[in-house]
């Protein structure tokens, strides 16, 4: 014989809220299945199928917070900058971001306020919530030779914390050396 389970109900459900829905569930068994038996295993699927439906649209900037309720944000995510996303697994929290403009790279000039969109590197932490650890999404953000009406996300690439350390270190090497060739340039003249 099989064992029955109870329904699961939401956690953040207060007594009263679950009470109420279970009233009602009641209510509509008794009107459209009375021939079903309460606490038998049909009456107990439908109870989880109707709280189950009860749950199974939540508001599209609340997925985390109703899906994931155990979730905990990280120290660095930016206030309510948690990315909800269709596939829930694949929802994330980021950080504020950080911009380098890029003065070699084409940028907009808007027709209508006479302001120029300067191209930059954007880039912040963001951390998947099957992640362990944050990755640095670095963004390359311009406009295009074809259509310079907009800013455009032109490159992007989602570091490691590894990944993204050896690339400020090598950056810092690549700075050093120049630095030392500057300074010999600048001795021999």
Known sequence: MTKIVPAQSDNNQSDVERTTELDEFVQHMRQFEPSVQPESALWQLYEREHLDAATAVVDRYAIVDKLYPDAQAPHWAQLDETKDNRFPCNSYWQSVPASVPLRRMPGYINAQSGNFAVAHLKM?????????????????????YTDSEHLDVLDQ???TLDEAAHLAHTLLLLLDIAAEGVAENRGAA
């Open 124 to 144: 912040h932490l963001q951390q998947n919530l099957r992640d362990r650890d944050p990755s640095v999404k670095v963004m390359r953000m311009g406009a295009t």
């Open 157 to 159: 690439y989602n570091l």
